[in-house]
Every structure is written in structure tokens, then in C-alpha cells.
């Protein structure tokens, strides 16, 4: 699993582990993701061990790949959820951010899906599952180089999915909404271009308050995305207000993007997701839960 160290990566590597599979946690930070399998490892009943692994390096992706398949004597799931939050208005934007954007969140998953996709057509069976975001899916102002990455991960792996199932190789692709990990506080990498407006944005704030003023836990959805893939779902998305806007979307695209620009011009730094903000009430959730299906 990339990205395994914090947030998404480590509650699906704890999940995992619960429930006595054999993890490997890889991440950039080579000396987290070790601090965090020691961790997980004395949840029990099964185990993690850690690589330092940057997912922009697709030779080190496919080395951890073979090396981890041979050590256990096959390789039944593939996560790859590496990522970065790339975003901020497009013309603050040079093209260095996009291209660290597209280097780790698509070419990343890229380098992952080369690496396990042939091991897992040798034995007959195996799933990759590739993390996107519910802005893979809606529209996503100010969040632009982010949403054209989780697009293209979503695009891949639901064209991935069509063509590997005759094969035994299942695909699912992950679309969350707002989740409460690390990466909401998280600057822009520090060697990249300085972007004003994302200096003086709360990302957490932006986020939470897009998500109906609560954000979902990194637990709860590492159990969603283990349900569905035991039941080998395409698409997994959440939490409600996710599949809500996502519902939306499918049912009146023009609609959405028009509720979308409206959020962007009265508020530039509001939309993370794009869409209009998720119902704060039960009965305005159920309305809407309504409307979209």
C-alpha cells in the first residue's frame, strides 16, 4: 500500500491487519511508515512491515512489488493511494504545481497499476484498488491540477476494471468526500512556487465546512472501502453527503456546475468538492437523498 504512513494509507493498513492480512505500509517518509507498522503490527493478528518508496519512481514501485509478491508467494491487493493536495485559483498556478500534481496523484497510481497488474494476471486473481477523491467525480473549482488527477485515476481505473475482469483481476477506484487526515494541514510542498490565496486559506475549515460541517474518519472509511471491496464494488464513495453530490451530478450535470460556479464567485476559497455544500440537517439530507436518486 502506498501512501501508508498517515491518514487514508494507515487506517486501511490497521484494518487490514485486524484482520490478519500481511501488510506493507510504503511511503515517501521511509521512517513514519516504519514507526507506524510497529504500530499496527501489535494490533494482531496479522502484520506490517514498512518501505520508503516514492511513488514517482516507477522502478522502485515495481521493485517493492516483486520483492513484496516473492517474500509471501503472491500479492492479493494493491492500494495505491499516494497523493498531495495540489490547489489554488489557476492563474496563481505555474506549470511546476501541475506537473507534481500529475507526478504523484496520476503517475503514481500509474507506476502501481504497472507494477501489480502483471503479477496479478500471472496468478489469476488479485484487486487493485486506486485512491481517488468525490473531486474525481464532480466539479472541483479551485482545486484544479488535484481534480484533473483524481478524474484521471477514475478514468483509469474503471477502464482498467472492464478490461481485467475477464482476466480474474478485480479494479475498484475510492472517492471520498471530506475526510479528517493529515493532508488537510499539510502546506504546499516547500520547493514548489509560493500560491497566495492557498497562504492564507484554511484548508481544514474549507473542507469541513464543504462537507456539511463535519468531516468523515479515516477508520470509518477504511472500513467502507473494505466492504466494498469484498463486494467488488466499481466505484466507493463516501461518506452519505459524497454519494449525495455524486447523485447529483449523474442526475443533472448542468445543475451542479451551474450551483458550483455560483459557489465559486461568491466564495473562491469554499468548493474542495466543487459542489454545493452537503445538507446540514436530517431532513434536508433526506430531501436531497430524494432528489438525487
Known sequence: MTGGASGIGRALGAALVRRGDQV????????????????LSALGPGAASAAAVDVRDAAAVAALVTDTAGRHGRLDLMVNNAGLGIVGPVEELTPA??????????RGVVHGVHAAYPVMLRQGH?????????????????????????????GLSLSL????????????VVCPGGVDTPILDKAMPSD??????????????MITKSSGGHLYSADALAADVLRGVERNRAVIVAPREARIKWRLMRLSPSLLMRLSAAMAARDPA???????AAPTSAAETAEADRSAS
Not at 127 to 140: D, E, R, Y
Open 192 to 205: 514548489l512556487p509560493r500560491v497566495a490565496t492557498v497562504e492564507v486559506t484554511d484548508t481544514r475549515a
Open 24 to 39: 506493507v505500509l510504503a511511503d515517501v517518509d521511509g521512517a513514519a511508515a516504519s514507526e507506524v507498522a510497529n504500530q
Open 97 to 106: 504545481h501541475w506537473d507534481r500534481a500529475i507526478d504523484v496523484n496520476l
Open 270 to 276: 469554499a468548493g474542495p468538492s466543487g459542489s454545493p
Open 126 to 154: 488479485g484487486h487493485i484498488v486506486n485512491t481517488a477523491s468525490l473531486a474525481g467525480l464532480v466539479p472541483a473549482p479551485g482545486m484544479a491540477p488535484y481534480a484533473m488527477t483524481k478524474w484521471g485515476v477514475v
Open 161 to 172: 476494471r472492464a478490461e481485467a475482469a475477464p482476466r480474474g483481476v478485480r479494479v475498484s
